[in-house]
């Protein structure tokens, strides 16, 4: 299995049993440019199989709620 496959088949078991994930998209680094590295990391969490609906979640109001 390909290390992404695993990362992915994590995720959908994190989900899966009510972990909370946040968007993190690791921007400030190099390679990475605000905005446009959140929208991947979205995508990227709907391919791996999390409804677009958590995935907006975990980019918008579970970030505001941990911290609030």
């Given at each position: ?20 994930t946040l ?15 959140e929208h ?29």
């Amino acid at each position: 299995m390909r290390a992404y496959e695993v990362l992915e088949s994590g995720l959908r078991l994190l989900f899966k049993i009510g972990v909370r994930t946040l968007l993190s998209a690791d921007t400030g680094i190099d390679a990475e440019f605000p905005g446009f590295s959140e929208h991947r990391e979205l995508d990227s969490n709907v391919r791996a199989g999390i409804p677009a609906l958590a995935a907006i979640r975990a980019a918008t109001l579970l970030p505001a709620e941990v911290s609030a």
